[in-house]
């Protein structure tokens, strides 16, 4: 005769499919999520050209074809190698610009927010509308 300590709770089937529908849904969601990623990374065009604003106002826009490195007023350094733009250094306390990846994509953009300087490649991605 069993205990009724050794039962079995009563309800612990609904929480079984409980946790079976909760990991369905999770699964979904971040499978649905990395194909936006795909979508919207590899539909990205090639730029030619940057843009470079400090505070809103357009300091430049140079080749991204041709190495070159871009002192901009004291603040920081903007280099251009193998068809990528760059921050190579920043007066900036945290470095966040610093440490961003080498752009190169259309609509892509690397910001330091303390200087107010913005680095663009001009453009939109081939993708018009997501759902």
Not at 14 to 37: G, Q
Not at 48 to 66: H, P, R
Not at 78 to 107: L, R, W
Request: charged residues 20%.
């Amino acid at each position: 005769m069993p205990t009724e300590a050794m039962r079995k709770p009563t309800g612990s089937r609904s929480m079984n499919r409980t946790a079976v529908s909760d990991l369905i849904l999770v699964s979904a969601v971040v499978i649905i999520a990395l194909v936006l990623l795909v979508v919207f990374s590899i539909n990205r065009a090639d730029g030619s050209v940057f843009e470079i604003t400090v505070n809103g106002k357009v300091y430049g826009t140079y080749d991204l074809n041709k190495d070159t490195e871009i002192d901009v007023y004291g603040l920081c350094v903007v280099c251009v190698k193998d068809g990528e733009v760059f921050m190579k250094s920043s007066t900036c306390k945290g470095k966040d610009c610093v440490h961003s990846k080498p752009i190169s994509k259309s609509g892509q953009t690397i910001i330091c927010l303390p200087n107010g300087v913005v680095i663009r490649v001009p453009g939109e991605s081939e993708v018009d509308a997501a759902i």
